[in-house]
């Protein structure tokens, strides 16, 4: 079966650090993938998707995601994290071949520091 | 505005006693879904639809009931509620087929609580 896996739970970082948040999948095939975040309180919104052969992906708000084929990897980045960025962020995979299914990783709730 | 609209945001209620969350969406979408969000588990899906009439089980379907009769509509229906259905639930929809590249759009969450 499918499985997307997020290895950080919790991170804290003060204003104007780096981030990167770990995703990787378990599919060799061809595959759709998606970054989420979701805000204190609010629904899940699209920060970005990878759907061509470019592997750097570029998001909203200054996020950005590089899809690794040879790591199973796409992990989100952003150079100098503020603290409106605080919220939980969730890897998603789709495979190509007609399966219906849209399979979360567990999330990474990310606190920024003033 | 383009928008997925869960009704109702909270909910208490008891063991046994049936309910319907109800999902609608504006946007002419083709694919539906309802998740569970759960804490250190993320996001699970609980039944999908394709299209009216077309629906199927997802991760965590016991204990739930979907219908798709018309397009914009997917209801979510617990028969005999239990207090392991506590959770926060989302309605979300797409264009077309998540295999497609298409991305979910999410609507605010209805926060069950079963006592």
């Known amino acids: 079966a499918q499985s997307v896996s997020q290895h950080n739970h919790h991170v804290i970082l003060s204003e104007a650090a780096s981030l990167e948040l770990g995703c990787n999948y378990s599919?060799?095939?061809?595959?759709?993938l998606f970054w989420y975040v979701q805000y204190p309180g609010q629904h899940l919104q699209l920060l970005l998707k990878?759907?061509?052969?470019?592997?750097l992906v570029k998001g909203i708000k200054g996020f950005e995601a590089e899809f690794i084929k040879s790591k199973f990897s796409f992990n989100l980045r952003k150079p100098s994290v503020q603290w409106s960025d605080t919220a939980e962020y969730f890897c998603?995979?789709?495979?190509?071949?007609?399966?219906?299914?849209?399979?979360f990783g567990t999330g990474t709730k990310l606190q920024v520091i003033p | 505005e383009a928008q997925v609209t869960q009704n109702p945001r909270y909910l208490i209620t008891v063991t046994g006693k049936k309910l319907t969350v109800t999902c609608s969406q504006n946007?002419?979408?083709?694919?539906m879904s309802w998740y569970r969000q759960d804490p250190g588990l993320g996001l699970r899906q609980i039944y999908y639809?394709?299209?009216?009439?077309?629906?199927d089980k997802g991760d965590v379907p016991e204990g739930y009931k979907v219908s798709r009769k018309e397009k914009r509509n997917f209801p979510l229906i617990l028969e005999s509620p239990s207090p392991n259905q506590t959770s926060l639930y989302f309605c979300?929809?797409?264009?077309?087929?998540?295999?497609?590249?298409?991305?979910?759009?999410f609507g605010n969450g209805t926060r069950l609580t079963v006592t």
């Open positions: 599919y060799g095939g061809t595959v759709n």
């Open positions: 946007m002419n979408h083709e694919y």
């Open positions: 998603a995979v789709s495979f190509l071949g007609g399966y219906q299914k849209v399979t």
């Open positions: 979300a929809s797409s264009l077309s087929n998540p295999s497609n590249n298409s991305p979910l759009h």
């Open positions: 990878y759907f061509s052969e470019d592997p």
């Open positions: 639809s394709m299209n009216v009439e077309v629906t």
